[in-house]
């Protein structure tokens, strides 16, 4: 369950996946300005592979995309967005136990994810291949399952029929 809801809050930005600093901070149960404080004082441990302010366009797509409710949400600054690189570091700088806790379930959402879409692309491919092997287009995997159903059927059907015609 509470991967669900780390992976609910997990978001694509620039290419990446990341988490903004609210729900880092609420997660790891800190107030979000001592969070931001910790990661400050630490900057030098977040390059910008590992966490990057958001620009206005950024914090409006989020907003259009109903992820957050409202621009205000942000609280007037430009929240920071943390890469899984950079929600590894926290480890570092959050100190508690709960962040700790809560650092090795995001790292777990994080990786579940990434298992989920090498499954996604494996099927896809496969799926191509059906489609170049048959000569056929499929719409969905549910139209892929007829097609291969109905197929084994004719053949099953094929094999048993009682053969007629001329018998020497």
Do not use: C, W
């Amino acid at each position: 369950m509470e991967l669900e809801l780390i992976k609910n809050q997990i978001h694509e930005i620039r290419g990446k996946k990341v988490m903004l600093d609210m729900d880092l901070a609420l997660k790891h149960v800190f107030p979000l300005h001592k969070f931001l404080l910790a990661v400050r004082r630490n900057i030098v441990r977040f390059p910008e592979d590992f966490m990057f302010e958001l620009t206005e366009v950024e914090m409006k797509n989020l907003v259009s995309q109903f992820v957050i409710p409202a621009i205000n949400q942000f609280g007037g600054a430009k929240p920071f967005a943390f890469t899984e690189q950079g929600i590894a570091m926290l480890s570092s700088v959050l100190k508690s136990k709960k962040a700790i806790q809560m650092n090795i379930a995001i790292m777990r959402a994080f990786v579940m994810m990434r298992q989920f879409a090498l499954t996604y692309q494996e099927l896809s491919e496969k799926l191509t291949e059906l489609e170049k092997l048959h000569n056929q287009k499929f719409d969905d995997i549910e139209q892929v399952l007829k097609y291969l159903i109905q197929k084994d059927k004719k053949q099953t059907q094929q094999a048993v029929r009682k053969q007629v015609g001329y018998k020497k």
